[in-house]
């Protein structure tokens, strides 16, 4: 069994070999804990390279009803074998833990989205405790920040790769080609300007290659996001030098290079005008021109009435649409994004 932590001090970052831990978490409102499932690796293959490998930290879980994360990361905490492995990993498979097991995108605990919550407080709520204890325990023992989503109950994607506009050229290029190791079909450049407080903005802005990405929808374990989180971290841990050997694709032989999308504009999220029943018409990762039909919304309250016909604003793929059936006004119903400049 994991080791229990009360204090984050307790925690050796630095032991050789693989720990498993459960951080204590003390509950609001009652008496027990949180348990933060957490694996530190400290690779014991010696390391032929002059410089160590940078540290790098893979989250499952910080939306609960999302599982192809879960799964991958809590897979690897058994399967990478530190003999084999040359610096320092660190995996959480379920970063909010109480929206995990209760299949929530919120914690039911405080209601609180993990992935709004940072930089964390010290002495907030649950979420934001473990938020911060992510921002000042972890972030500083590493350079490699891996978030794993999916699009839980809310939206349906292509399995993507995704970070936001980087101002810094060097960072930036980095992070794209780490995006890349996830062999996926689309890497998504996506709006800094939907919200705030996300994982990825608080590890991008201290200068972190981080990757987030959406690996399947509808509260499910995608077999072919699974694939590509799973072998996508590997990959990083390969191109690092933590593992021998070369990165592998992820697809099969002869699939297309992965295709960077520009959706970092706020209105090419585009809300539904009213309530309705979604038909959507085009295939996730499908290419629309402008002005072509996206999708039908449905009112049931007169059968005989024509449905309100959804066109996209401009050329370029879908990249998310609204996933459930229900849609009610002001939700997000369809993305589409250009060809990114390189
Ligand atoms: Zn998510």
Not at 277 to 290: K, N, Q
């Amino acid at each position: 069994m994991p080791t229990v932590v009360h204090d984050p001090s307790q925690i050796n970052f630095e032991k050789a070999g693989k720990n498993h831990y459960h951080v204590a978490f003390h509950l609001d409102g009652t008496w027990g804990y949180t348990l933060l499932p957490l694996t530190v690796i400290n690779g014991t293959r010696p390391d032929e390279a002059a410089k160590p490998p940078p540290g790098v930290v893979a989250f499952g879980g910080t939306h609960g009803n999302e599982f192809e994360g879960q799964v991958s990361v809590k897979r690897l905490c058994r399967d990478l074998d530190p003999a084999a492995l040359t610096g320092r990993v660190i995996l959480i498979p379920q970063l909010s833990p109480s929206a995990c097991t209760a299949n929530r995108r919120e914690s039911p605990l405080d209601g609180v989205n993990m992935n709004r919550a940072f930089p964390g407080k010290a002495r907030g709520t649950i979420s934001y405790r473990i938020a911060d204890f992510v921002k000042r325990f972890v972030f500083p023992y590493v350079h490699v920040v891996l978030d794993i989503h999916s699009g839980g109950m809310e939206g349906c994607f292509p399995v993507c790769t995704s970070f936001h506009p980087i101002p810094d050229p060097v960072q930036r290029q980095e992070i794209e080609l780490v995006a890349r190791l996830f062999d996926p079909p689309f890497i998504m450049l996506y709006s800094s300007a939907m919200a705030s407080g996300l994982l990825t903005d608080e590890a991008e802005a201290e200068g972190k290659v981080t990757i987030g990405g959406e690996f399947g929808y509808g509260e499910s374990v995608d077999i072919d996001g699974t694939r590509h989180a799973y072998e996508g971290i590997k990959n990083v841990l390969r191109h690092y030098g933590h593992l021998k050997g070369e990165p592998a694709l992820v697809r099969p032989p002869g699939s297309k290079g992965s295709r960077l999308v520009d959706a970092s504009r706020i209105d090419d999220y585009v809300p539904a005008p009213r309530d309705g029943v979604w038909e959507p018409v085009v295939h996730l990762g499908g290419r629309v021109e402008s002005g072509a039909l996206v999708g039908r919304l449905h009112d049931f309250s007169d059968h005989s009435s024509a449905p309100l016909e959804i066109r996209s604003a401009k050329s370029g793929w879908v990249i998310m649409r609204h996933f459930r059936a229900m849609v009610k006004k002001g939700v997000t119903l369809y993305v589409v994004a250009d060809e990114a400049q390189a």
